[in-house]
């Protein structure tokens, strides 16, 4: 992937005609000064074309939807935590389908899809990999700004109009999709089936298809600029890790997501044009209906050749980021630059190798099911490599604690205690146990969920003095890490334990089972927590939009100490990122406590008398 | 409540801005020392609290999952065994990297007479640990198979078949009778009554047995379920039994496994004068899912043949003129419902 010096250079030289065509002179300072006059608050805000500016246009939507996506898990949870009580308020809030203060079963089940879909889609992709794919790419391979500036402002205008038609699907009068955020027809594929599988799922499938478009534009914007648009010396090995991963979140998306469209396309035909694709056999509600020879399952092997993807399109970024982050706080070079990447690479591989372990009860052909498990339990090595490789960053560290570093070490934690679960599942036989009870809620939680929440908010805390040229108020970042971190492992530590009495997920109420009844003051123990959890997050949320406009001004360009490039910016860059030329790149991201230098920044050329590193 | 929250809100935003003041003054690099430690203090408090709250969880909530009881069936002693293996493995690499993470956090703070020392790869770390879990992954994996290849495999020639209806949001059943062959099903033929489109012109569905939600099986021998469903997705969760099938509309699916302790035992063995071997259904299948329970009664094969003597054909019941005359003969002319 290294072109050489000359092909480099022209490119470099071809990326910087195509910012000046396009946005004006930013070859000079002044110039662009010249040319800020000239922005409207539309251009400036709204229809901006500046990639720092469409990342935070996709982190504060991320931040809408988080606390929807939250909120939503909170009602729910209190119908998990307290099946006899009433709350009058819910119907204030919800009108008939929580009449009587008790949430309807039908709008429960349409709750849990929402916080799934939310969470999943708009939260942790568009918002993590939207955010920081935008944000960083640019800025630290040293671009001006993406390749196709045009596009990238389409992405999140096609996510916004995704976010608008999921939002509006909440309002419609027989509910949003109930079936669950992995949406299996039939269940999704006939109105008769459930309230929420009628006008809510044509709009969620919509809304999806929106979302793909959005994602695949900003993929394809990644990849290109990351490989066509690095500064001159920056070669691929060169590379921070955040900007690997990302790289590698990009590529699963392009590939996988098309095929999730399809089956959302294949959807959208069965319910309306009568097509059978994933219908055969039915009856529903007395009715006899003629589709015959559809595969429901067929749908589930297109929704997990994206789905399994899409649960390392949501984890590499937080990866890339606690790397990152990691060896700038503890003042030291990521241990093993090239095993962390060729880890991600291994991952990335292997995301499209087992997605049937979603299945393994489905009916799947055994001897099919053993090679999913053989695959799945391989992705276990990619990923200790990174674990130990984190370990041994921190070994002889000077660590600094800032609250970036803290959610890094607990995405760490988390990504320990999530990842060795999956070892459970991944076993079919295991499964076979385990299979859609609590300790996939617990697994997919603590891994896939809180643990990339954690890259996002190390991320936040990490890269806010860049955004927004001011800190976040530390004392609050403190308390928001503590209780968050404590309050996820005491709400989905225990969760395993209902996993292991066989208490299945997606449950309304368990008062009627004799087998499951006997967890219903640890559940109301998890629902607790989970709301002062909550609570801490809206802390999050405060601190952050205050700090936007009240927050300690930053006095350093490079307030961590960093290697990387986006440090070289002014504190608060324009659009095209350097006033003056783009810096030229010496050496790799992780020069730090090099040759009894504390770090030496990417730009600083190499010295007569500096060791070899890597 | 909201009251209360909000003005927890307001006093940790006002020590929040005083903090942000008082480092001001203080000066930026006192502060943030000072705030290194007490953070670098509490990982390894976590770290301690955390093991201790993992142990305590563990007392409290052992005794409620379903391995004291042991597995009710005999496939199920594997999945018992493997999860043990693993919850071992597993265990320990979870305290190593634990411990090391926070340990580590704790230990290697910043330190105004120490350096971070330069240490960027090493080939040999790295095989290590890139071999190990290879290696134990290769032990999971090859036990893992074994279980559920033996599992999956072919039901014995001697199963009791029970073909398993799933529909929103109930559980139905049919035995074959004494010829010990299901009559065919076509989904085109469901009515009212008929409500699992059973082909009556075929003379093996004449001594079948339909009930509805509760199963009812004989302990010690190999019962092999053909497994439906008429609608949506919905699965057979037996928990129990430690076995899991997904019912598929217009694909067939079937699970076996041997029941080794009856229902009578059970109840003595957990001290549970309710306990239930229970059906849940374990994939969402619409607003009742939840509550789409079926009961399966594990008995002695002398209990088992009684109950079975008891049943009376579901053919005879929807057609007791035909079937008292001739119940192996054809029944084209007299079914009003066919088409």
């Given at each position: 992937m290294d072109f050489g010096p000359y092909r480099k250079e022209k490119i470099k030289n071809m990326s910087s005609v195509a910012t000046l065509q396009h946005?004006?002179?930013?070859?000079s300072h002044d110039a662009h000064h010249e040319h800020h006059h000239h922005e409207t608050f539309i251009t400036k805000y709204?229809?901006?074309?500046?990639h720092k500016m469409i990342a935070k246009q996709f982190l504060v939507t991320g931040i809408i939807w988080a606390i929807i996506g939250g909120l939503f898990s909170v009602v729910f949870r209190l119908q998990l935590g307290y099946p006899e009580a009433t709350f009058p308020w819910l119907e204030d809030l919800f009108g008939h389908w929580a009449a009587g203060g008790k949430l309807k079963p039908e709008f429960y089940y349409a709750l849990v899809t929402m916080h799934g879909t939310i969470l999943v889609f708009?939260?942790?992709?568009a918002g993590l990999s939207g955010t920081f794919a935008n944000f960083l790419i640019p800025l630290q391979v040293g671009a001006?700004?993406?390749?196709s500036p045009m596009l990238n402002m389409l992405s999140y205008w096609f996510f916004f109009l995704a976010s608008t038609i999921m939002f509006a699907s909440l309002f419609v009068q027989t509910g949003p999709?109930?079936?669950?955020?992995?949406?299996?027809?039939p269940l999704s594929a006939?109105?008769?089936?459930?309230?929420?599988?009628?006008?809510g799922m044509d709009l969620w499938l919509v809304s999806m298809a929106m979302f793909i478009v959005s994602s695949l534009l900003g993929g394809l914007n990644y990849i290109t600029t990351i490989l066509?648009?690095?500064?001159?010396?920056?070669?691929m090995t060169r590379l921070p890790l955040t900007i690997w991963a990302l790289f590698f979140t990009a590529v699963l998306g392009v590939l996988s997501f098309p095929v999730l469209l399809s089956g959302a396309i294949l959807l959208l035909f069965d319910r309306?044009?009568?097509?059978?694709f994933f219908l055969s056999d039915i009856v529903v509600a007395g009715k006899i209906l003629p589709?015959?020879?559809?595969?429901?399952i067929l749908f589930q092997h297109l929704f997990w050749f994206l789905g399994h993807p899409e649960v390392y399109i949501i984890l590499l970024p937080a990866m890339g980021m606690s790397s990152e982050i990691i060896s700038v706080n503890s003042r030291k070079?990521?241990?093993g630059y090239m095993a962390m990447v060729g880890s991600v690479f291994a991952i990335a591989i292997l995301a499209f190798l087992v997605w049937a372990h979603h299945m393994f009860?489905?009916?799947?052909?055994p001897f099919l099911g053993s090679v999913f498990v053989l695959l799945t339990l391989l992705i276990a090595v990619p990923s200790a490599i990174k674990v130990f490789n984190w370990l041994t960053t921190l070994w002889r560290g000077s660590i600094r604690f800032t609250p970036g570093m803290l959610f890094a070490i607990g995405f760490v934690s988390l990504f320990i205690s999530g990842g060795l679960t999956g070892i459970f599942l991944g076993n079919s036989a295991l499964d076979l146990h385990l299979h859609d009870t609590y300790f996939v809620v617990a697994h997919f939680h603590i891994v896939m969920g809180v643990a990339s929440m954690f890259g996002m908010f190390a991320g936040v805390y990490h890269w806010f003095p860049k955004m927004f040229g001011r800190y976040m108020n530390n004392t609050m970042a403190y308390i928001h890490f503590w209780v968050t971190i404590i309050g996820a492992y005491l709400i989905f530590w225990p969760m395993h334990y209902e996993g292991l009495a066989?208490?299945?997920?997606?449950?309304?109420?368990?008062?009627?089972?004799t087998s499951f009844n006997m967890f219903n003051g640890l559940n109301e123990f998890i629902s607790f927590v989970a709301m002062i959890v909550f609570a801490a997050q809206l802390l999050f949320v405060f601190n952050f939009f205050y700090s936007m406009y009240k927050g300690r001004k930053c006095t350093s360009t490079n307030p961590w100490g960093s290697?990387?490039?986006?440090?070289?910016?002014?504190?608060?860059?324009?659009?095209?990122?350097?006033?003056g030329e783009i810096p030229e790149v010496h050496r790799g991201a992780y020069d730090y406590a090099k040759d009894g230098r504390e770090f030496t920044p990417q730009n600083v050329p190499v010295g007569d008398d500096e060791s070899k590193g890597h | 409540m909201i009251a209360l929250g909000a003005l927890i809100f307001v006093v940790v935003f006002q020590i929040a801005k005083a903090s942000e003041y008082v480092s001001i003054l203080k000066g930026e690099d006192k502060t943030r020392k000072q705030n290194n430690k007490i953070n670098a203090f509490f990982l390894l408090g976590f770290l301690v609290f955390g093991l201790i709250g993992a142990w305590y969880c563990n007392e409290l909530y052992y005794g409620k999952t379903l391995f004291p009881q042991g597995s009710a069936s005999i496939e199920g002693e594997a999945i018992d065994t493997m999860m043990i293996v693993t919850i071992v493995l597993t265990g320990i690499i979870f305290v190593i990297t634990q411990v090391l993470l926070f340990w580590f956090s704790f230990k290697y703070?910043?330190?105004?007479?120490k350096k971070a020392f330069?240490?960027?790869?090493s080939t040999k770390l790295e095989l290590v640990w890139t071999t190990i879990p290879a290696i134990v992954l290769a032990v999971l994996v090859v036990f893992g198979l074994k279980a559920w290849f033996k599992i999956t495999g072919d039901a014995p020639k001697d199963s009791i078949v029970v073909e398993v209806t799933g529909h929103q949001f109930a559980w139905e059943f049919r035995y074959p009778g004494a010829d010990k062959v299901l009559g065919k099903k076509n989904?085109?033929?469901?009515?009212?009554?008929?409500n699992l489109g059973?082909?009556?012109?075929?003379?093996?569905?004449?001594d079948d047995i339909h009930v509805n939600t509760t199963m009812h099986i004989p302990v010690g021998v190999p019962v092999k379920m053909v497994i439906h469903s008429q609608d949506v997705i919905h699965d057979v969760g037996l928990p129990h039994f430690r076995l899991k099938m997904d019912a598929v509309p217009g694909i067939p699916t079937t699970q076996w496994f041997t029941p080794k302790i009856t229902t009578a035992d059970m109840k003595k063995k957990t001290n549970n004068p309710d306990f239930t071997y229970e059906i849940a259904c374990?994939?969402?299948?619409?607003?009742?899912h939840y509550a789409m329970r079926g009961v399966i009664i594990v008995e002695t094969m002398e209990e088992y043949k009684k109950w079975l003597a008891e049943q009376v054909s579901e053919y005879s019941t929807l057609y007791p003129k035909t079937a008292t005359t001739?119940?192996?003969?054809?029944?084209t002319q007299v079914l009003p419902e066919k088409k």
């Amino acid at each position: 992937m290294d072109f050489g010096p000359y092909r480099k250079e022209k490119i470099k030289n071809m990326s910087s005609v195509a910012t000046l065509q396009h946005e004006g002179v930013h070859g000079s300072h002044d110039a662009h000064h010249e040319h800020h006059h000239h922005e409207t608050f539309i251009t400036k805000y709204v229809f901006s074309q500046d990639h720092k500016m469409i990342a935070k246009q996709f982190l504060v939507t991320g931040i809408i939807w988080a606390i929807i996506g939250g909120l939503f898990s909170v009602v729910f949870r209190l119908q998990l935590g307290y099946p006899e009580a009433t709350f009058p308020w819910l119907e204030d809030l919800f009108g008939h389908w929580a009449a009587g203060g008790k949430l309807k079963p039908e709008f429960y089940y349409a709750l849990v899809t929402m916080h799934g879909t939310i969470l999943v889609f708009f939260v942790l992709t568009a918002g993590l990999s939207g955010t920081f794919a935008n944000f960083l790419i640019p800025l630290q391979v040293g671009a001006r700004d993406m390749a196709s500036p045009m596009l990238n402002m389409l992405s999140y205008w096609f996510f916004f109009l995704a976010s608008t038609i999921m939002f509006a699907s909440l309002f419609v009068q027989t509910g949003p999709a109930s079936g669950g955020w992995t949406i299996y027809p039939p269940l999704s594929a006939l109105g008769e089936t459930s309230s929420g599988a009628k006008i809510g799922m044509d709009l969620w499938l919509v809304s999806m298809a929106m979302f793909i478009v959005s994602s695949l534009l900003g993929g394809l914007n990644y990849i290109t600029t990351i490989l066509n648009m690095r500064t001159k010396g920056m070669s691929m090995t060169r590379l921070p890790l955040t900007i690997w991963a990302l790289f590698f979140t990009a590529v699963l998306g392009v590939l996988s997501f098309p095929v999730l469209l399809s089956g959302a396309i294949l959807l959208l035909f069965d319910r309306n044009l009568g097509t059978s694709f994933f219908l055969s056999d039915i009856v529903v509600a007395g009715k006899i209906l003629p589709n015959e020879g559809g595969s429901a399952i067929l749908f589930q092997h297109l929704f997990w050749f994206l789905g399994h993807p899409e649960v390392y399109i949501i984890l590499l970024p937080a990866m890339g980021m606690s790397s990152e982050i990691i060896s700038v706080n503890s003042r030291k070079p990521i241990f093993g630059y090239m095993a962390m990447v060729g880890s991600v690479f291994a991952i990335a591989i292997l995301a499209f190798l087992v997605w049937a372990h979603h299945m393994f009860v489905t009916g799947l052909n055994p001897f099919l099911g053993s090679v999913f498990v053989l695959l799945t339990l391989l992705i276990a090595v990619p990923s200790a490599i990174k674990v130990f490789n984190w370990l041994t960053t921190l070994w002889r560290g000077s660590i600094r604690f800032t609250p970036g570093m803290l959610f890094a070490i607990g995405f760490v934690s988390l990504f320990i205690s999530g990842g060795l679960t999956g070892i459970f599942l991944g076993n079919s036989a295991l499964d076979l146990h385990l299979h859609d009870t609590y300790f996939v809620v617990a697994h997919f939680h603590i891994v896939m969920g809180v643990a990339s929440m954690f890259g996002m908010f190390a991320g936040v805390y990490h890269w806010f003095p860049k955004m927004f040229g001011r800190y976040m108020n530390n004392t609050m970042a403190y308390i928001h890490f503590w209780v968050t971190i404590i309050g996820a492992y005491l709400i989905f530590w225990p969760m395993h334990y209902e996993g292991l009495a066989g208490m299945p997920r997606r449950y309304y109420d368990y008062s009627g089972w004799t087998s499951f009844n006997m967890f219903n003051g640890l559940n109301e123990f998890i629902s607790f927590v989970a709301m002062i959890v909550f609570a801490a997050q809206l802390l999050f949320v405060f601190n952050f939009f205050y700090s936007m406009y009240k927050g300690r001004k930053c006095t350093s360009t490079n307030p961590w100490g960093s290697n990387t490039l986006e440090w070289t910016t002014p504190i608060n860059p324009g659009h095209g990122n350097w006033p003056g030329e783009i810096p030229e790149v010496h050496r790799g991201a992780y020069d730090y406590a090099k040759d009894g230098r504390e770090f030496t920044p990417q730009n600083v050329p190499v010295g007569d008398d500096e060791s070899k590193g890597h | 409540m909201i009251a209360l929250g909000a003005l927890i809100f307001v006093v940790v935003f006002q020590i929040a801005k005083a903090s942000e003041y008082v480092s001001i003054l203080k000066g930026e690099d006192k502060t943030r020392k000072q705030n290194n430690k007490i953070n670098a203090f509490f990982l390894l408090g976590f770290l301690v609290f955390g093991l201790i709250g993992a142990w305590y969880c563990n007392e409290l909530y052992y005794g409620k999952t379903l391995f004291p009881q042991g597995s009710a069936s005999i496939e199920g002693e594997a999945i018992d065994t493997m999860m043990i293996v693993t919850i071992v493995l597993t265990g320990i690499i979870f305290v190593i990297t634990q411990v090391l993470l926070f340990w580590f956090s704790f230990k290697y703070q910043e330190k105004d007479n120490k350096k971070a020392f330069y240490f960027a790869h090493s080939t040999k770390l790295e095989l290590v640990w890139t071999t190990i879990p290879a290696i134990v992954l290769a032990v999971l994996v090859v036990f893992g198979l074994k279980a559920w290849f033996k599992i999956t495999g072919d039901a014995p020639k001697d199963s009791i078949v029970v073909e398993v209806t799933g529909h929103q949001f109930a559980w139905e059943f049919r035995y074959p009778g004494a010829d010990k062959v299901l009559g065919k099903k076509n989904y085109k033929l469901t009515t009212a009554k008929n409500n699992l489109g059973v082909d009556f012109n075929d003379p093996a569905s004449h001594d079948d047995i339909h009930v509805n939600t509760t199963m009812h099986i004989p302990v010690g021998v190999p019962v092999k379920m053909v497994i439906h469903s008429q609608d949506v997705i919905h699965d057979v969760g037996l928990p129990h039994f430690r076995l899991k099938m997904d019912a598929v509309p217009g694909i067939p699916t079937t699970q076996w496994f041997t029941p080794k302790i009856t229902t009578a035992d059970m109840k003595k063995k957990t001290n549970n004068p309710d306990f239930t071997y229970e059906i849940a259904c374990d994939q969402l299948c619409g607003s009742s899912h939840y509550a789409m329970r079926g009961v399966i009664i594990v008995e002695t094969m002398e209990e088992y043949k009684k109950w079975l003597a008891e049943q009376v054909s579901e053919y005879s019941t929807l057609y007791p003129k035909t079937a008292t005359t001739d119940s192996t003969k054809l029944v084209t002319q007299v079914l009003p419902e066919k088409k």
